[in-house]
């Protein structure tokens, strides 16, 4: 199993980011997929999650309207669209396929003017 996330940067509030994700090694068009992330000094934590086929879709709350999560099972991809970026959005994201274990790097997202 690898995932590696791109898409990453500085971005000022009120703008936009897209995050994509590299999944290889597994059976994707097969699982859920999960996009999470981690603010510095906290506990990682769940943003989105999309079901195999793409049909379903959920969110944090603190993330709901803002943010949505795409996938392309031909491509083995899941995307992360953020738009109206918050300072408290800052954080290293990580994707993750639900009931797998494997983590990738995760990419840093920082939202400061």
């Known amino acids: 199993v690898q995932l590696v996330e791109s898409g990453g940067g500085l971005v000022q509030p009120g703008g936009s980011l897209r995050l994509s994700c590299a999944a290889s090694g597994f059976t994707f068009s097969s699982y859920a997929m999960r996009w999470y992330r981690q603010r510095p000094g906290k506990e990682r934590e769940l943003v989105a999650q999309i079901s195999s086929a793409g049909g379903s879709t959920d969110y944090a709350d603190s993330v709901k309207g803002r943010f949505t999560i795409s996938r392309d099972n031909a491509k083995n991809m899941v995307y992360l669209q953020m738009n109206r970026l918050k300072p408290e959005d800052t954080a290293v994201y990580y994707c993750?396929?639900?009931?797998?274990?494997?983590w990738g790097q995760g990419t840093q997202v920082n939202v400061s003017s």
């Open positions: 993750k396929a639900r009931l797998l274990t494997r």
